[in-house]
Nanobody, 120 residues
Framework: VQLQASGGGLVQPGDSLRLSCAAS????????VAWFRQAPGKRREFVAG?????YYADSVKDRFTISRDVAKKMVYLQMNSLKPEDTAVYYC?????????????????WGQGTLVTVSS
């Protein structure tokens, strides 16, 4: 399985951005996919995850939405009302069989990351 994250960029506070994660290889609707992020000098943190349900970090709840298109093997992260503290490299991660976890060690596959910068 390979994951390709894309969609990052430089935006202003309050703007929106949509990240995409394209999966190739043997994946299905039973896989869990999550977005993590890592800001400079900080630890990687869980942002959102999806399998049969969706899960969010408190810091992004009501602003971010994770969704998936199983047929296209795509997972999206719609980010609205972006704040400077959302600046980070965003990674998508996948596990074929485990439930969504906030622990990155539970995911077997990782994408390369896409940089999101929120600045005026």
């Amino acid at each position: 399985v390979q994951l390709q994250a894309s969609g990052g960029g430089l935006v202003q506070p309050g703007d929106s951005l949509r990240l995409s994660c394209a999966a190739s290889g043997p994946t299905g609707s039973s896989s869990s996919v999550a977005w993590f992020r890592q800001a400079p000098g900080k630890r990687r943190e869980f942002v959102a995850g999806i399998r049969w349900s969706t899960y969010y970090a408190d810091s992004v709840k009501d602003r971010f939405t994770i969704s998936r298109d199983v047929a296209k093997k795509m997972v999206y992260l719609q980010m609205n009302s972006l704040k400077p503290e959302d600046t980070a490299v965003y990674y998508c991660a996948l596990d074929p069989s485990r439930p969504v976890s906030r622990n990155g060690l539970e995911y077997a596959y990782w994408g390369q990351g896409t940089l999101v910068t929120v600045s005026s």
